[in-house]
């Protein structure tokens, strides 16, 4: 067998292997969580009322020549929201989450139409594409409540695996883009230094965050040096997955200096990699054993790796 | 060490379930490989080029009748107006009447709060980050690139 073709042979066999309904479950309340809070919580009002010449379309919106009416938008947000709850809970799973990622669709389109893609919302929304047609519903929901437990199957696998493709593939793209775009100057100039300057000098006061940074050559170095590791060497948490202790806090870090420094909100795609890299259950059995009353399946060993 | 779970043959996923994830990860990775925008897909250009030092961008003011100077504090404006560096970019690509509509937009809104608007200057600015006046750049060299007056739009460049 050619070793192309080997390697594509492991990554499906470890992409369908099975996997514990309750780590399906533990992605589809922390997703559907964090979507019903950035439903309930953004400006998709005020965009509503945008004028239409700042209306910068993006993607299917491009079909319309001004931003939804507030009436639209009104009632979309009011069934995302809805539906969003309910898929977190897990009630009609197999129909809410898809009617809540249908819905949420445009209103996070409309925060994207302003002329620059908000990657906050989009890893979230990338995140939930696998479970659209998953058994997302099968353990710690409402829905599961009238049926016997579910137990480690295929159908578990596959849906948390591709979320966790697409968030290691999202941080790899970011750190492949740096490297395309500006190659190793990203690092070895004094990117990182303008870019904070920059930043420091658009906000109402000059930030201490930004200008400790950018005061200090080899420090900025440094920081770019290692946004660049975390950011390429996030798929290593895909083969060996104790490095997530490693790779998730950096990239928590990473999103912390960016909100501190910056001031650029990137909390949702931080909340993201929490909900999809770590596995829940088996912390929650760490520190709560099962006991005689509860009989959740059993979680496979490279689960708990 | 708990034994691994072993699959009855019947339990293998689902063809459509291989098609599914595939192609999907097929398009993620295309996008992603060569900086394509398809969203919600995308080439996950975060910070990609590297700054220089001397920075172009543009500025837009509002000038009251007796011709001082506002920078429009599009930070303060609803959630409508924060785009204004991506419009301010594409603003000379723009038709005249739509220059003039994006002009009325933002004179509007500054109106609505009390501001006073006789006309809008757009700038093209140029500030060198590293030359620091305290904890602040020096300030920008600028160049007068554009001039509207309600529902009008003069072209100064």
Not at chain 1, 25 to 50: H, K, M, N
Not at chain 1, 161 to 190: E, N, Q
Not at chain 2, 59 to 67: E, H, K, R
Not at chain 2, 123 to 143: F, H, I, L, Q
């Amino acid at each position: 067998m050619p070793p192309g073709e080997a390697a594509l042979r492991r990554a499906e066999g470890w992409l369908f292997a099975p996997g514990d309904p309750r780590r399906l479950a533990a992605v589809r309340i922390g997703l559907c969580g964090l979507l019903a809070v950035r439903l309930a919580s953004g400006p998709y009002p005020e965009l509503a009322t945008q004028p239409a010449a700042l209306f910068r379309p993006i993607s299917f919106l491009r079909l319309l020549d001004r931003m939804p009416s507030p009436e639209v938008v009104a009632a979309l947000q009011a069934l995302a929201l809805g539906a969003a709850v309910l898929a977190c809970v897990g009630l009609l799973t197999r129909a809410t989450l898809p009617v809540a990622w249908l819905a949420a669709l445009p209103l996070v389109a409309m925060t994207s139409s302003l002329g620059k893609v908000v990657h906050n919302d989009v890893l979230l929304l990338l995140c939930l594409v696998p479970l659209l047609p998953s058994r997302a519903g099968a353990a710690w929901s409402l829905d599961a409540r009238q049926r016997p437990p579910a137990r480690t199957g295929t159908a578990f696998g596959w849906p948390v695996r591709t979320a966790m493709v697409v968030v290691a593939g999202a941080y790899f793209f970011s750190g492949l883009g740096k490297l395309l775009h500006a190659g190793p100057a990203w690092v070895l100039s004094d990117n990182v230094r303008w870019v904070l300057y920059a930043s420091s000098d658009t906000q109402p006061d000059p930030n201490p965050f930004a200008l400790f940074v950018a005061d200090r050559p080899l420090l900025a170095h440094l920081v770019a040096a290692a946004t660049l590791a975390v950011e390429l060497g996030f798929p290593l948490v895909l083969w060996r997955p104790r490095l997530a202790w490693l790779f998730v806090p950096a990239a928590l870090a990473m999103h912390a200096g960016i909100g501190l420094a910056m001031r650029l909100d990137y909390s949702v795609m931080a909340a993201v990699v929490l909900v999809v890299l770590v596995d829940w259950p088996a912390l929650i059995d760490r520190f709560h054993p099962p006991g005689q009353g509860e009989a959740p399946g059993p979680v496979p060993v490279e689960e708990r790796r | 060490m708990e034994p691994r779970s072993s699959p009855s043959p019947p339990d293998q996923a689902p063809r459509w379930a291989r098609w599914f994830v595939g192609a999907y990860l097929a398009v993620f990775v295309l996008c992603g490989v060569a900086g394509l925008e398809a969203w919600p897909l995308t080439g996950w250009r975060l910070f990609a080029d590297a700054r220089q030092a001397r920075q172009p961008g543009l500025q837009a003011a509002t000038v009251d009748a007796d011709g001082r100077e506002t920078p429009i504090p599009f930070r303060d404006l609803p959630a409508g107006f924060r785009g204004d560096v991506q419009v301010l970019k594409g603003f000379a690509d723009l038709s005249p009447a739509r220059q003039a509509a994006v002009c009325q937009a933002w004179a509007e809104e500054v109106r609505a709060r009390g501001g006073e608007v006789a006309e809008i200057r757009i700038y093209a600015t140029v500030t060198d980050v590293s030359d620091r006046v305290g904890d602040r750049a020096a300030p920008p060299t600028r160049t007068l690139r554009f001039t509207c007056r309600p529902r009008s739009a003069d072209a100064a460049g």
